[in-house]
């Protein structure tokens, strides 16, 4: 049973930094994309960035140069350090598991990021 937990989220000032976790159990990493996705007040859940094997494959543009994805695979443990934050970034983050050739997979509960101006 896939079981994905994430934290980190909190309320911060424009300009600031913010690294969350998403803590997975019932995932291989080698075998799983990893994502996160977020999901602002009034708007569709929308991926941020994505990974496979603890390597990123693909950022939105909107995060290019200022979010980074990685992964602990040793642990079970996906990170998004987001730096630069701005008020357009505040949303409710999950953390997504999908299998590379069965797409099965499960979402976390999400933690909500803040980014006052």
């Known amino acids: 049973q896939i079981r994905l937990v994430e934290s980190g989220g909190g309320l911060v000032e424009s300009g600031d930094s913010l690294t969350l976790s998403c803590a997975a159990s019932?995932?291989?990493?080698?075998?799983?994309?990893m994502s996160w996705y977020r999901q602002a007040p009034g708007n569709q859940r929308e991926l941020v960035a994505k990974?496979?094997?603890?390597?990123?494959?693909k950022y939105t543009d909107s995060v290019k140069g200022r979010f980074t994805i990685s992964a602990d695979t040793a642990k079970n443990m996906l990170f998004l350090q987001m730096n630069n934050l701005k008020p357009e970034d505040t949303a409710v983050y999950y953390c997504?598991?999908?299998?590379?050739?069965?797409?099965?997979?499960?979402w976390g509960q999400g933690t909500q990021v803040t980014v006052s101006p």
């Open positions: 997504n598991a999908q299998h590379f050739l069965t797409e099965a997979g499960g």
């Open positions: 990974s496979f094997n603890g390597n990123p494959t």
């Open positions: 019932g995932v291989a990493f080698h075998v799983y994309v």
